[in-house]
């Protein structure tokens, strides 16, 4: 079964910095998953943060950045808002035409 | 400015059938891969569904394959769902969204689909 793992939840304090990660339970995520990110405050459309691993979506400030962490797709977040406080999704193109979510992160700015 | 505006939710009964659609506007629609996301009442997004810029190629989750179809009017810019045989896990809200570079980018508002006997 192809399972995408995100950490559950996690903090951070107003102006810190926080990375999230995205991992493959089939092995190294790699810039060939084409790894993305989605922020979603609940009850809202989710938002584009981050395609094709790096690339910003269309509004998405720079404080917001993807990357490879190892054998991991990353976001990470700096100089965090309170207006960050959503839950994060990735997505990996795990070949054939298929996609896959992760679990989420939920975040808190505190 | 790209629109994507989903319609055709609702109640329906486990067995029955229900027809989405998303409206697109804003871009050259024909150009673009599109896709279906659903998200359960609390749950996380879930991707299922995909369709090429020209039709010609279509992908599902194993969750919805061989119930749903997915496809698109190039001339009225217009991406469609076929829904049947619903089942009860499939309540939840659907969105359509813009494909882009191997991910998406543009997100409709949902649409709310509940099964219920």
Redesign the interface.
């Known amino acids: 079964q192809t399972v995408v793992t995100q950490e559950p939840s996690f903090s951070v304090s107003p102006g810190g910095t926080v990375t999230l990660t995205c991992d493959w339970s089939s092995g190294s995520v790699s810039t060939n998953y ?1 790894p ?1 990110w ?1 922020q ?1 405050t609940p009850g809202q ?4 943060l981050i ?2 691993t790096n ?1 910003r ?2 509004g998405v400030p720079d404080r917001f950045s993807g990357s490879i962490l190892g054998n991991k797709a990353a976001l990470t977040i700096t100089g965090a808002q309170a207006d960050d406080e959503s ?1 994060y ?1 990735c ?1 990996l ?1 795990i070949g ?9 992160t939920r975040l808190t700015v505190l | 400015e790209v629109q994507l505006v989903e319609s055709g939710g609702g109640l329906v009964q486990p067995g029955g059938s229900l027809r989405l659609s998303c409206a697109a506007s804003g871009f050259t629609f024909s150009g673009y891969w599109m896709h279906w996301v659903r998200q359960a009442p609390g749950k996380g997004l879930v991707w299922f569904s995909r369709i090429n810029s020209d039709g010609s190629t279509t992908t599902y989750a194993d969750s919805v394959k061989g119930r749903f179809t997915i496809s698109r009017d190039d001339a009225k810019n217009t991406l469609d769902l076929q829904m049947n045989s619903l089942r009860v896990e499939d309540t939840a809200v659907y969105y359509c969204a813009r494909g882009v570079s191997w991910g998406v980018d543009y997100w409709g508002q949902g649409t709310l689909v509940t099964v219920s006997p």
């Open positions: 084409y993305s989605y979603q459309t989710p938002r584009t395609y094709s690339i979506s269309s839950d999704y997505m193109y054939s035409g298929s996609w896959v979510f992760g679990g989420g």
